[in-house]
T-cell receptor
C-alpha cells in the first residue's frame, strides 16, 4: 500500500514571497513518480510538477520547484514570487503501479 | 473540446435512486480512473481500468460499479445512492509512460 501525507491544512503567503508545502509518502515500489496538482476554485485538477523517483535532480517548472529527498521519502513544493493566481488547493500525489494516491491537500492563501 | 469530458457537471438525486456518471476521453490513453474527492480527505480511488478488458477495484469501491464501454469511455454507477456518496467525482486518464494524469472537470453529486 502507498500513503501520502500533507501535514499543513492551510498556508498563507504574501504576494511576491515564497511558500513551501510539505509532503511525505510511503511506497514499496522502486520505480515511482511524484506529482503536485493544483485545484483552483474552478475545481479543475492542474498538473504543477512531476518528479521521477530515479532522477536525483529536483524538478523545476518556472516559479515552482521541488525538494525531493528520496531516503526521507519527502517531496516538498516551493512556490516562489507568489501571485494571486497561485491561490488554490494543492495536492501531493504518488504514482505507484499506475495508480495515483493523493494527500489530503494544502490550501494556499495569497494575500496582497 | 476538453480532453476528458465528464457528464453531468452537477447532479442532485434522491436516496435510493440509480445514477450513472459518464466519462469520455480523446487522449487515446488506455488507462482510466474514477476518483472521489471529499473535504479533508483528498482524492480517493474508486475503480480503475488499464484497458478495455481490465477492471479493478480501488480503495473505496463499495456501493459503486463501473463499465468500460470502449477505450474512450468509462462510466461510474451508483446502484442505490445514499447521502454519504455526496461528493465531487473525477474521471482521469493516463498513458503507460506515467507522465501525468489528465482529469475531467468533475461531477458534483448531491444525494438527498
Amino acid at each position: 500500500a502507498q500513503t501520502v501525507t500533507q501535514s499543513q491544512p492551510e498556508m498563507s503567503v504574501q504576494e511576491a514571497e515564497t511558500v513551501t508545502l510539505s509532503c511525505t509518502y510511503d511506497t514499496s515500489e522502486s520505480d515511482y513518480y511524484l506529482f503536485w496538482y493544483k485545484q483552483p476554485p474552478s475545481r479543475q485538477m492542474i498538473l504543477v510538477i512531476r518528479q521521477e523517483a530515479y532522477k536525483q535532480q529536483n524538478a523545476t517548472e518556472n516559479r515552482f520547484s521541488v525538494n525531493f529527498q528520496k531516503a526521507a521519502k519527502s517531496f516538498s513544493l516551493k512556490i516562489s514570487d507568489s501571485q494571486l493566481g497561485d491561490a488554490a488547493m494543492y495536492f501531493c500525489a504518488s504514482d505507484s503501479w499506475g495508480k495515483l494516491q493523493f494527500g489530503a491537500g494544502t490550501q494556499v492563501v495569497v494575500t496582497p | 473540446d476538453a480532453d476528458v469530458t465528464q457528464t453531468p457537471r452537477n447532479r442532485i438525486t434522491k436516496t435510493g435512486k440509480r445514477i450513472m456518471l459518464e466519462c469520455s476521453q480523446t487522449k487515446g490513453h488506455d488507462r482510466m480512473y474514477w476518483y472521489r474527492q471529499d473535504p479533508g480527505l483528498g482524492l480517493r480511488l474508486i475503480y480503475y481500468s488499464f484497458d478495455v478488458k481490465d477492471i479493478n477495484k480501488g480503495e473505496i469501491s463499495d456501493g459503486y460499479s463501473v463499465s468500460r464501454q470502449a477505450q474512450a469511455k468509462f462510466s461510474l454507477s451508483l446502484e442505490s445512492a445514499i447521502p454519504n456518496q455526496t461528493a465531487l467525482y473525477f474521471c482521469a486518464t493516463s498513458d503507460t509512460r506515467r507522465k501525468g494524469y489528465t482529469f475531467g472537470s468533475g461531477t458534483r453529486l448531491t444525494v438527498v
